[in-house]
């Protein structure tokens, strides 16, 4: 299972990004797929989740201003993150997990700046 996480960039407080996850390889049902990210200095956390159901979790810290989805076919995942503000800034990385394992995509900077 490779991933390959796109739609990174540069935008300013209050503005809105998507980026996009695409998944190759053999994908099981019951899998699910998230978001985490990472701030200079910082642990990496989780942002959202997204399971086969179509369930979703979200942190607390975005929630009402992202929203996940995916399309199966595709084998994509999305998030539409809205109304950012600085603190989002952080590489975003992309996550299927399936069974006991994960599985992580090279990850996509998203800053956000006047």
């Known amino acids: 299972v490779q991933l390959q996480a796109s739609g990174g960039g540069l935008v300013q407080p209050g503005g809105s990004l998507r980026v996009s996850c695409a998944a190759s390889g053999t994908i099981f049902n019951g899998n699910s797929m998230g978001w985490y990210r990472q701030a200079p200095g910082k642990q990496r956390e989780l942002v959202t989740r997204i399971f086969s159901s179509g369930n979703t979790y979200y942190a607390d810290s975005v929630k009402g201003r992202f929203t996940t989805s995916r399309d199966n076919g595709k084998k994509m995942v999305y998030l539409q993150m809205n109304s950012l503000k600085p603190d989002d800034t952080a590489v975003y990385y992309c996550?299927?997990?399936?069974?006991?394992?994960?599985?992580w995509g090279q990850g996509t900077l998203v800053t956000v700046s006047s």
């Open positions: 996550n299927l997990r399936q069974g006991s394992r994960d599985y």
